[in-house]
């Protein structure tokens, strides 16, 4: 460390002004004292001569900038006390302290946090900076606009989530940021059959109509049990009570280990028993004509799911067991992917109230602002961010806007933030509103610079890292 000035002027628990008498820059961490850790907020300069009630009349310039000086607004993180960081400070500083700049090496051997994880280093002291891993259970949101590294922190995330032996699975939106890079963990979606009910809700919300779900999913249990035979839906129909039939459990109970795969989906089978469940539920004949012009109209082909590899139970064991899985959704209809992902989710959290205990998994939701708020999947979601923490299940969601991208409900329980350049100024003020700020400026960030803050910063407050070129594990 090098002495850059000393404190003058106004102290408190919170803030100091330092007069500088070496240049420090906008992020710099300082030590104040030996014991008080701080980052430098703003530097300005001032000149007692060119106040309006100076009664010195400057002649020239070398005069005017003989009185010149820069001053530095440093904020306090804690105290380094016992080689441990506190995240206190208890009493105002002297004026006249020394204040030194931290550099290379100065932090390594203090503890922050037990079990940390990087994935970058602070800009001007070089020091990795410590992340806590916990705050994975309290949600966490990435945001930043297009071309700001987003992708490239949350894989170096992701790989340093498994190192310490957290399992994750990624939705990969696109394809392109998170499949090639783990190829031999991925999985298309084209190898996915998506869960009955999460189907049936894809086919009604985005076709039909939500008043339809039920026809939607009857039809879907008729076909996997006749296998397509409009003889045996009706068979199906009737065991259940419909018609003239009276009710059969042992129908039901043939249904319990029966997987969609086991059977070959054809359209123009399912359109017909689809028309035949809508009868038998007493539907007029104008509203199934117009819901199976609208099926047929939708582009969605329960013809393409034959030969997939997993159905979603199979998909839940498979994440459970490995350490990381990928799931490239970029291939399927938006409305097919929405499916799987809710199928998935949902089957995460059934899976841990199973069990009764912590999965300790990540599910990292590439362009959440396609996925959390308002589609199919948003309601799971919102489910692992209300519950998830109590069941080890923590949520990581990548998106380039923060108001406008995320539900409420899910919003409303991010706990830690990692952000870069955004897309909108008011975006600042409602990332405020969750987790502390303070007085950062957005202005000076570059590609690979981000903000952390909330729970997975080591001091719960903002501090800027900027992420590794490359994996360091």
């Known amino acids: 460390m090098r002495e850059v000035g000393f404190v003058v002027g106004r102290t408190s628990t919170k803030w100091v002004t330092v007069r500088l008498e070496e240049e420090v820059l906008i992020n710099d961490l300082v030590l104040v004292g030996d014991e008080l850790l701080g ?11 060119m106040s309006p009630y100076s009664p010195f009349t400057p002649t020239n310039v070398e005069a005017v900038r003989a009185y010149e000086y820069l001053n530095a607004s440093v904020e306090l993180y804690g105290s380094l ?16 302290t020394p204040v030194y700049k931290v550099e290379k090496g100065d932090l390594e051997n203090l503890k922050f946090i037990e079990d940390p994880i990087f994935v970058g280093e602070h800009p001007s002291s070089g020091w990795p900076l410590p992340l806590d891993p916990r705050a994975v259970d309290y949600h966490i949101a990435v945001v930043g606009s297009t071309g700001s590294g987003k992708s490239h922190l949350v894989r170096l995330l992701v790989r340093e989530l498994v190192r310490i032996g957290r399992k994750v699975v990624i939705f990969d939106h696109t394809g392109a ?4 890079f783990f190829k031999e963990k991925t999985i298309p979606d084209t ?9 049936a809700e894809v086919m009604a919300n985005k076709v039909l109509g939500k008043e339809y779900l039920d026809d939607v999913e009857v039809a879907l249990y008729a076909y996997l049990y006749s296998e397509g035979d409009v003889g045996r839906a009706r068979e199906f129909m009737e ?7 009276e009710f059969d459990m042992s ?3 043939e249904l319990k280990d029966k997987s969609p795969m086991d059977v070959r989906w054809d359209d123009e089978s399912f359109i017909a028993i689809l028309r035949l469940v809508m009868g038998y539920l007493k539907r007029r004949e104008h509203t199934v004509a117009k819901s199976l012009f609208r099926l047929v109209k939708s582009g969605i082909s329960l013809g393409s799911f034959n030969g997939r590899k997993y159905d979603v139970e199979d998909l839940v064991d498979l994440i459970l067991e490995r350490d990381l899985t990928v799931l490239d959704i970029s291939s399927e209809t938006l409305p097919i992917r929405y499916g799987i992902m809710r199928g998935v989710v949902s089957g995460l959290m059934g899976e841990a109230e199973r069990r009764g205990e912590r999965l300790d998994v990540a599910i990292v939701v590439d362009e959440a602002q396609v996925y959390a708020r308002g589609q ?20 990581i969601l990548v998106s380039q806007r923060w108001v406008s991208d995320l539900d409420m409900n899910i919003r409303a329980n991010i706990n830690s933030v990692l952000f870069s350049s955004l897309q909108s100024s008011s975006d600042v003020e409602d990332i405020g509103k969750v987790v502390s700020l303070g007085n950062i400026d957005i202005g000076v960030l570059g590609t690979g610079d981000f903000y952390v803050t909330g729970l997975l910063s080591p001091f719960r407050r903002p501090i800027l890292v900027h992420t590794f070129g490359e994996y360091h594990g």
Not at 191 to 199: A, G, R, T, Y
């Open 39 to 49: 980052v430098v907020r703003g530097v300005s300069y001032a000149n007692p001569t």
């Open 81 to 96: 006390m016992s080689g441990r960081f506190d995240p206190r400070v208890l009493t105002a500083t002297p004026t006249g």
């Open 376 to 395: 199919p999947p948003t309601e799971a979601l919102s489910d692992v961010a209300r519950r998830g923490r109590k069941w080890g299940v923590g949520l």
């Open 177 to 180: 940021d998170y499949a090639p």
């Open 239 to 245: 065991s259940l009570g419909f018609g003239n039939g």
């Open 251 to 253: 129908t039901i109970l």
């Open 191 to 199: 190898d996915v059959f998506p869960d009955m009910l999460s189907l």
